[in-house]
């Protein structure tokens, strides 16, 4: 049904999406954007766990966040494949940014409750949910085949160091004016990236457009290419288990920076910022050549950050816990970022948005679902035995997709 093709080969094009100035100002744009979603996310979490003092809160406002990535991630996937991606971008931002001004006005009126936060971050889920595949099928549609392993890693360069200065920033923020503005700032961010989208024009896809079908008939056609392409399947599985037990487990953090290191709001953005450090070094790694990326390497890095997210749940060191998530940024985002690369690069664009759905269905559907599993274990069996349970099974079911996947002897 769905022909592999070889990339053409463009002799004109430089490798570098840099070179490429539609891309150069997404990529502007979309910075200014990811570093306020990184204050959203850290004082998200920070304000859960105050009007709570729950796990289980802490968790389940955290899932809300990804949960429609979960729900109606294959179905935003179509919808990325049938409407203009640009204009989709351009109208989820614009909701977003009056979501955003809607929390920021309750919280600063203090007439914030913990189930209003939750339904709040659910409608915020939605609008990224059905954001994800169409941002991640703008950037092919922004360079041509020889810069698109380039852009995928520029573009996971700039996620990861907003990873990094973002919850800096919200913590500075928190600290000196509180959520609210955190809140605004984020929905002000938006516009960074509506402005960049309203300068740029896409590539056509250059191949032909099949002729359309009823969505539920295109969902069925992305889940069978899905299924019947191998080393996507591998990928998609690799990419489920770094995100539900790996960043799963990582979604308790507001609860270790203020239980058990007793830091407070400075020592989440702190241990934030170090994951987003770490994620950085593998984004500039991939970013210089990826020719090194494979299956194998993606799985080992999944082996090493399940014994890493074990260390983490049996630590109470704060200095320790700073180095460890800095090496689970490295592990999970070469995890997340690798899959993501080897994906684009497989993929045929009739297809793209669906694949790309059910990618972003994983790893950010995936973390929903992993932050609710350790809330709610760390609410029965206390914080430390849930995350080390959670490493236990990542490098459990790791070390099973290996064997599993292996080639059977001559």
């Known amino acids: 049904m769905f022909a592999r093709r070889s990339p053409p080969a463009i002799a004109h094009d430089t490798r570098s999406a840099l070179a490429n100035r539609a891309y150069l100002l997404y990529l502007v744009g979309n910075s200014v954007s990811l570093h306020g979603l990184w204050i959203y996310r850290v004082a998200l979490g920070w304000h859960a766990w105050m009007l709570s003092g729950s796990e289980l809160w802490v968790g389940i406002v955290a899932a809300t966040q990804f949960a429609p990535a979960v729900v109606f991630g294959p179905v935003f996937g179509v919808?990325?494949?049938?409407?203009?991606?640009?204009?989709?971008?351009?109208?989820?931002?614009?909701?977003?940014?009056?979501?955003?001004?809607?929390?920021?006005?309750?919280?600063?009126?203090g007439v914030m409750d913990v189930r209003v936060l939750a339904l709040l971050a659910l409608m915020q889920g939605v609008l990224d949910g059905a954001h994800a595949p169409v941002r991640m099928s703008l950037v092919p549609n922004l360079v041509s085949r020889a810069q698109l392993e380039s852009a995928i890693a520029l573009t996971s360069v700039s996620f990861n160091l907003s990873r990094f200065v973002g919850p800096a920033l919200a913590g500075l923020i928190i600290a000196a004016s509180g959520v609210a503005t955190a809140y605004i700032v984020n929905g002000v961010?938006?516009?960074?990236?509506?402005?960049?989208?309203?300068?740029?024009?896409?590539?056509?896809?250059?191949?032909?457009?099949?002729?359309?079908?009823?969505?539920?008939?295109?969902l069925k056609d992305g889940a069978r290419y899905v299924a019947g392409h191998r080393t996507i399947r591998g990928l998609l599985m690799v990419a489920a288990l770094g995100s539900v037990f790996g960043r799963g487990a990582l979604e308790m953090l507001p609860a270790f920076a203020d239980d058990v290191f007793a830091r407070g709001a400075?020592?989440?953005?702190?241990?934030?910022?170090?994951?987003?450090?770490?994620?950085?070094?593998?984004g500039l790694l991939l970013a210089r050549s990826p020719a090194w990326l494979g299956v194998g390497t993606i799985r080992a890095s999944l082996l090493l950050a399940g014994l890493l997210v074990i260390a983490f749940g049996a630590n109470e060191s704060f200095a320790a816990a700073l180095g460890l998530v800095a090496l689970l940024g490295v592990t999970l985002s070469l995890c997340g970022v690798g899959s993501q690369i080897l994906i684009q690069t497989l993929v045929d664009d009739d297809v793209r948005g669906r694949v790309s759905s059910f990618w972003g269905m994983i790893a950010f559907g995936g973390t929903s679902l992993g932050s609710l599993i350790a809330g709610t274990a760390a609410h029965f069996t206390?914080?430390?035995?849930?995350?080390?349970?959670?490493?236990?099974?990542?490098?459990?079911?790791?070390?099973?997709?290996?064997v599993r996947q292996r080639p059977p002897p001559p």
């Open 189 to 218: 961010s938006y516009l960074a990236l509506i402005a960049a989208l309203l300068l740029v024009r896409l590539r056509p896809s250059g191949t032909a457009t099949a002729p359309r079908k009823h969505p539920w008939d295109e």
């Open 79 to 109: 919808l990325a494949d049938r409407f203009d991606r640009r204009a989709a971008s351009i109208l989820i931002n614009s909701v977003s940014i009056l979501n955003m001004f809607v929390l920021g006005l309750q919280a600063a009126l």
């Open 382 to 402: 206390g914080l430390h035995p849930a995350v080390i349970g959670m490493g236990a099974v990542c490098l459990g079911l790791t070390l099973y997709s290996a």
């Open 266 to 282: 400075s020592g989440l953005a702190a241990l934030t910022s170090a994951i987003g450090a770490g994620a950085v070094v593998t």
